[in-house]
């Protein structure tokens, strides 16, 4: 309790929320760190003053820049104990999780402390027939735009998968540690579980908050958050069986002119054998 009366957290982009909690659990001061819009601060400072906070928070106006990470003064970092961050949005992840790297990097504690990444490939012929596409659409030959798979294999939807009442697992959950753009370099590689036709990639985020406490963008948790859904198109007519593998080579891809939205799709999709079984060992061996 005597630390919490001295802890100073900075609250970047909630429109004060998380500050607001933050002072309601002891918190000395709060900087609250949103748009550089002069209405949404005085809107702002008038609720913090109706609930009694005023002379504890310092509003701050970020750059418009998604490519910046955070703008306070030298001065006002050294004083900083913790820095909340928001969960607006699924498309706005791969930017908050570059954001904790970057402030983490800094020394800094912050609230998420980190992400997974959650993948699951699925079937679903709903799904299936509604993003079967040709090379061929209203007598225009696509193949001259390049190799149309790669544009297809981009094709990320949102939405909420217990809705879909036909959809198949076909792999259990991969984890991936999600430290930011840097983490999506290596391919990564799946077994399949059971067999079926490969229809989708499901990927989702899970936050470890602080000790013990986590938050689920995952289907678990009803209708609150939707997941990210991207089309697979391969020539696999004869599906999938257990023990083959699904090779994915994730990347980022950041909507043209709008740096806040971004996607963890993947490329180079594959089906790979299943691996050898090794060779047995003879007596006396390790």
């Not at 971004?262 to 180079?268: A, K, N």
Request: proline share 6%.
């Amino acid at each position: 309790a005597e630390r919490a009366l001295q802890l100073r957290v900075v609250d970047l982009e909630t429109l004060g929320w998380l500050g607001l909690l933050a002072l309601k659990e002891g918190a000395e001061a709060v900087t609250c760190c949103v748009k550089p819009w002069a209405s949404l601060h005085r809107a702002m400072q008038d609720m913090f003053v109706q609930n009694g906070y005023g002379p504890q928070v310092t509003i701050h106006p970020m750059s418009e820049d998604p490519s910046e990470i955070l703008s306070l003064p030298a001065d006002e970092f050294r004083t900083v104990d913790l820095v909340a961050c928001g969960v607006c949005s699924v498309e706005g992840v791969p930017r908050l999780v570059n954001r904790i790297a970057a402030l983490q990097a800094q020394g800094l504690r912050t609230i998420p402390r980190k992400a997974t990444l959650k993948v699951l490939a699925v079937e679903s012929a709903q799904m299936r027939s509604q993003s079967t596409v040709s090379s061929n659409v209203s007598g225009f030959d696509l193949k001259a735009f390049g190799d149309f798979t790669q544009v297809v294999s981009k094709y990320v939807v949102r939405m909420y998968i217990n809705n879909v009442p036909d959809l198949k697992p076909l792999t259990e959950v991969y984890s991936l540690n999600y430290t930011g753009d840097s983490a999506l370099v290596e391919p990564i590689t799946i077994t399949f579980t059971s067999s079926g036709h490969l229809d989708a990639l499901v990927t989702w985020y899970e936050f470890e908050l602080w000790d013990g406490h986590t938050l689920s963008l995952g289907a678990d948790t009803g209708f609150v958050w939707k997941q990210n859904v991207q089309m697979v198109q391969l020539d696999c007519e004869e599906g999938v069986a257990p023990g083959q593998r699904l090779s994915l080579r994730p990347t980022v891809v950041v909507w043209k002119g709008d740096g806040n939205n971004r996607f963890v799709c993947f490329g180079d999709i594959a089906v790979l054998p299943p691996l050898a079984p090794k060779a047995p060992t003879s007596a006396g061996e390790e």
